[in-house]
């Protein structure tokens, strides 16, 4: 019986364990959700030689991060540059294929980043940027002020917490990497196709000029064949 007992409320504890590990997950989960930075992802078309420019307002002291890359399109690249309130170049990169620009800004008002294609006369692209605002909310409460050492299940939190974030992040990247390898791999399927119809024409053509040569050989009348 002693054993009975001691082995059923080791199964309850287990089984209570493992319930306030799923609600702490659940939680670390809508927290995820919740904590992240404020932002924009966006995925748009850039004609060639065009241009175009985005506009947010921030206020002062605040953290933005603006990461881009090209998806399709030419040689993969593109012009960038951000603006602040006062219209001064804070970033500028020309030719890019991808980047990331981390800035905190000086003054309140609408910042700038634009998307250049101008240089290009006939490559039309895709970009896809991610513009995130602010900095990410601590993950516990007053964990800036706590002065006690955090607890294991708190620990492990924050762990998974970040190990999540960068989940996203690869998702994301690993997303758009998949993106630009198809149309790397449609574009190149096209080529060979046309490449394939231009030989077959080419060999039927050729065929048809041996053909036709051939029967001239034997069509062909000898002088002084003729009947008198």
Not at 63 to 69: A, I
């Amino acid at each position: 019986r002693g054993r009975r007992g001691r082995g059923g409320s080791g199964a309850g504890g287990m089984r209570v364990g493992m319930r306030v590990g799923m609600l702490a997950l659940a939680v670390l989960l809508c927290a995820l959700r919740a904590g992240r930075a404020g932002g924009t992802e966006l995925t748009f078309e850039l004609p060639d030689s065009d241009k175009q420019c985005f506009h947010q307002e921030l206020e002062r002291g605040l953290k933005f991060t603006l990461d881009y890359q090209v998806i399709t399109g030419g040689h993969y690249d593109v012009d960038c540059y951000v603006e602040d309130p006062n219209g001064r170049t804070i970033y500028k990169e020309t030719k890019k294929q991808y980047d990331s620009f981390p800035h905190r800004t000086e003054v309140k008002g609408v910042y700038t980043f634009c998307f250049s294609n101008e240089f290009s006369t006939f490559s039309h692209k895709t970009v896809y940027f991610d513009f995130q605002v602010g900095d990410e909310p601590p993950i516990l409460p007053d964990m800036s002020n706590r002065v006690t050492a955090l607890t294991q299940m708190e620990s492990a939190c924050i762990t998974i917490h970040e190990a999540l974030n960068t989940v996203i992040d690869s998702q994301t990247h690993y997303r758009l990497r998949e993106a630009q390898d198809r149309s790397r791999a449609e574009d190149l399927n096209g080529r060979v196709s046309y490449w394939s119809v231009g030989e077959t024409l080419i060999l039927f053509v050729v065929s048809i000029g041996q053909v036709m040569l051939l029967k001239s050989f034997f069509t062909e009348k000898r002088p002084g064949s003729t009947s008198t």
